[in-house]
C-alpha cells in the first residue's frame, strides 16, 4: 500500500517568533479575564483592521507590540486603563484629540482606555494608518539614501 504523501510547510524563524507572540497575546487578554482584557482584544482587531500587515510582538516583560517597519503601538494594561502607546506619537496628527496621556513627551502619545470607554473606531484606525505612513517613510528614506551612497 501506498502512503499519502503530505505537505510540510516550512515556517521560518520570524513566521514562528510571530505565531508564538500571537499566541501569547491571546494568553495575556484570556487571563484578564475583565473590561481590560475585552478592551484589549478590540484595540488589537482594530490595529489589525487598519493594518492587516502588522506584526505581532510581545516585548517588556509581557507588553503586546504591534509594529510596521518599527514599532507603531504598544498595549499595556494597568489597574484602570489600557494604554495605547505610539512609539512616534508626537510625529503624528491627531486631529480628533484621542491622545490624552504621555502629552509632556517629545516622541510617544498615549492613548488611556477607561472601563465603559467608547472607542472612536475611524479616528483610532486613521492613527494606527498615519504611524505606519510614518515608519514606512522612513525605511524608504533610509534605503534610497544607502542606494544613493552606494551609487556614488
Known amino acids: 500500500m501506498k502512503k499519502a504523501a503530505t505537505a510540510v510547510k516550512k515556517t521560518s524563524a520570524k513566521e514562528t517568533d510571530a505565531t508564538s507572540a500571537s499566541h501569547l497575546i491571546d494568553a495575556k487578554i484570556q487571563e484578564l479575564g475583565d473590561w481590560r482584557g475585552k478592551m484589549l482584544a478590540r484595540l488589537r482587531a482594530l490595529i ?3 493594518d492587516p500587515d502588522v506584526v505581532e510582538e510581545v516585548k517588556w516583560r509581557g507588553v503586546p507590540v504591534w ?24 510625529a503624528l496628527e491627531d486631529p480628533t484629540g484621542l491622545f490624552n496621556s504621555s502629552l509632556e513627551g517629545n516622541v510617544r502619545r498615549a492613548i488611556d482606555f477607561h472601563e465603559g470607554a467608547k472607542i472612536d473606531e ?19 528614506a533610509k534605503t534610497k539614501a544607502k542606494s544613493v551612497k552606494a551609487s556614488a
Not at 67 to 90: L, N, P, Q, R
Not at 124 to 137: D, M
Open 67 to 90: 509594529s510596521h517597519d518599527g514599532i507603531i503601538c504598544t498595549g499595556e494594561t494597568y489597574k484602570a486603563a489600557v494604554k495605547m502607546t505610539f512609539a512616534k506619537g508626537a
Open 48 to 50: 489589525r483592521e487598519a
Open 122 to 140: 475611524k479616528a483610532l484606525k486613521a492613527l494606527i494608518r498615519a504611524a505606519v505612513a510614518l515608519n514606512t517613510s522612513k525605511t524608504k
